[in-house]
């Protein structure tokens, strides 16, 4: 580990997040007095400005907290059912069907019938409520100076615009408005300012959280939907709720982790590799077993439950009694590290599917497509009861080691979150390298079909052999691609250190204080 010491009597914090204006952000609310928590939102709430197509604030985010002093909460802000007062007949309406060329092609449902319940800032709101000390002014200055004054659009952003943006940004006037430069999609490098968005975070921050819920953003949210035939409507967004549970624990070396609990998928999933790679190594060989193993368990066992909380608990039972034995054989999402000079630890990680491609009029809010993106919908379109949470595959990570380190992990990536942090925290967790060294390594993913095994590797020595010895399908990347997500890490230690450590594969930023 690489950081800077911690000069006595000042708060100080580490972060890593999607951009340098992100970044910032956070560093700032903590010099104003808050802490890792509001640092970790403040930087949110900048990348849902600057990082449009990406994220969007009306998705779903999981919270990880691990509080100095405290036992680590995980805080389930993630997407929800809606249609509590929809009539039969609006259920599989308001879609249209899209075909995108991201990650190698792709169909997905956009259209408003696509949005789910929005819980991000229910989840931040809940989070500031037991662990930050920063005004919602303050916090959510950044965001809405960038919104107002302009930003220069990154390249991850502005690639996907690119990609995505004649399907999926240009049938809604609204949209197409905010994310086309004249007649084509924004690329990087473009200029861009959404003062839409700024009057609605300056209102977030002077009347609060609610009224993205139940004030007057929350009727213009649910209006709009309904309108254009979609099923979220006053009555989900008024009933949404923020869930505050236990982490689930993880042992991996000397380091404890805390992971997203269920009705999570992502955090039982990687609860599972980690303690299979703490038990039986990370060569390539072993990680192909590891992955096929867990990923075939989650196949048939959690993406098809009608109850996630009780599918993601039989796994963890499973690891706890049976010794694992028992088990058979996406640019969507953005993620924020932050560690302060207190101790406290956070790790926020929030979705919005690949987006909706609809705008709230005058509001600058785009819609999520969760209920549109196939991974999360196993059960069919618009199968599940309105208020039941949907599947998710994020996974923040927080962890304390025996030698008195605090660390904040996470990634975006869609399926890859689990496997790419289960490497890296194996890495850095149970051989020792360095967190930046851990970060940059070549990675590995298994993706199992009905067609069978395909192998997606970076380049290493031994991969493409232990690929061929244990079945399946070489797809080999170049190295350090995008495909293997973004991993953010921060860190503090009891000496006063702090450091954060970004991920090549995307653009990411580091600040220190």
Known sequence: MTGSPTPSGMARAAIAAPNALAAQAGIDVVALGGTAVDAAIAALAV???????IVSALGGAFVNVWPAGGEPQVIDGNCEMPGRSAGPERFGSGLRAIHLDY????????????????????????????????SWSDILAPAISAAREGFVLGPAAGHYLQLTGRQLWSFDEETKAQHFDGDEPAGPGTR??????????????????????????????????????????REDLAAYRAVCR??????????????????????????????????????????IEIQSMVLGYRA??????????????????ALETTGLESLPTSKDTAHVSAVDSDGNACAITTSAGYSSGVTVPGTGLVLNNCLGEPELNRLGLHALPPGTRLASNMSPVTAHSSSGVTLAIGTPGADRITTALAQVIGRHGLRGEDLQAAIDAPRLHVE??????????????????????????AVPHEAQDMYFGGVGAAYGTDAGELGAAGDPRRAAATAVS
């Open 448 to 473: 199992l079909s009905a067609n069978g095994r395909r192998v997606h590797y970076e380049p290493e020595d031994g991969t493409a052999a232990a690929i061929a010895a244990t079945g399946g399908t």
């Open 300 to 317: 048939e066992h959690l993406d098809l439950a009608t109850d996630l909380r009780a599918a993601g608990a039989e796994l963890l039972f």
């Open 192 to 233: 861009m300012v959404n003062p839409d968005l700024a009057n609605t975070f300056e209102t977030v921050a002077q009347q609060g959280v609610s009224e993205l819920y139940t004030g007057s953003l929350g009727v213009a949210i649910a209006d709009h939907v309904t309108r254009e035939g979609g099923l979220l409507g």
């Open 246 to 287: 236990p982490a689930s624990r993880a042992i991996v070396g000397d380091w404890d982790v805390a992971l997203n609990p269920p009705p999570s998928i992502g955090g039982p999933v990687l609860t599972a590799m980690l303690r299979l790679v703490a038990g039986r190594g990370m060569d390539p060989a072993t990680l």
């Open 103 to 134: 990650g190698g092609g792709i169909t997905i449902n956009a259209g408003a019938g696509s949005a789910a319940t929005p819980g991000s800032f229910a989840a931040y709101e809940l989070a500031h409520e037991m662990f930050g000390r920063a």
């Open 47 to 53: 990348t849902y400005v600057t990082e449009p197509g």
